[in-house]
């Protein structure tokens, strides 16, 4: 009877083993589910405030992708109006200049005086040569005959040789050359003697 006691005992054991060992699983579920439950309403939280940022950067991004078309546009308008006026300071450099030349067409029609049209049109010709100098860098190469040839500021277009020569000398300014401040702008076209 005692065998039979204890072996109720010992299913009772069992079973009230098994129920807390239920129960502790239960309640380790339940704990589980409700860990998990806070955890997605976290992630749900981030993945709310991840959504919210990747917004605002689309939206900031897409204002400074428009903010630099539209700079790119002035910077064309602007290089355009630049390229179209580039030479108005130029333009306004002229106009005396042409208003001159109309002075001295006009006097030319009106005068038999050829000697004091000619120093007119002479000095038209040293004030816009002034106005380039001065203004706008333009120097003409001066006094080059006699001098040595150089390839980088003249243009051979005829050639003479003869014994009286120890270098290759200008003979001749068949065309002036020009500087633009220190570099050539135009190559003297000139005549040069060579050593045989």
Same mark, same amino acid.
């Given at each position: 009877m005692c065998d039979d006691s204890m072996e109720k005992k010992s299913i009772s054991n069992k079973d009230e083993s098994e129920l807390k060992?239920?129960? #502790?699983?239960?309640?380790?579920?339940a704990e589980q589910s409700i860990s998990l439950e806070v955890r997605i309403g976290e992630l749900e939280e981030e993945n709310r405030q991840l959504s919210e940022? *990747? @917004?605002q950067q689309?939206? @900031?991004?897409? =204002?400074?992708?428009?903010?630099?078309?539209?700079? =790119?546009?002035r910077l064309l308008r602007e290089k355009? #109006? #630049?390229v179209q006026f580039a030479n108005e300071r130029l333009i306004m450099d002229l106009i005396p200049l042409i208003d001159d030349f109309e =002075?001295?067409?006009e006097?030319?029609?009106t005068s038999a005086d050829i000697d004091s049209y000619a120093e007119g049109v002479k000095l038209i010709h040293k004030q816009f040569l002034d106005l380039l100098g001065k203004s706008w860098g333009l120097k003409p190469m001066n006094d080059i005959i006699g001098k040595e040839f150089s390839p980088h500021d003249h243009e051979a277009m005829m050639m003479e040789e003869g014994p009286q020569w120890e270098t290759e000398t200008v003979l #001749? @300014? *068949?065309?002036?050359?020009y500087y633009l401040h220190d570099r050539v702008l135009r190559?003297?076209?000139?005549?040069?003697?060579?050593?045989q």
């Open positions: 060992s239920s129960e #502790a699983a239960q309640e380790a579920c940022q *990747l @917004e689309k939206s @900031e991004f897409v =204002r400074k992708a428009a903010d630099m078309d539209n700079y =790119r546009k355009e #109006a #630049a =002075r001295a067409i006097a030319g029609q #001749a @300014e *068949l065309q002036k050359g190559t003297a076209k000139v005549k040069v003697g060579k050593p």
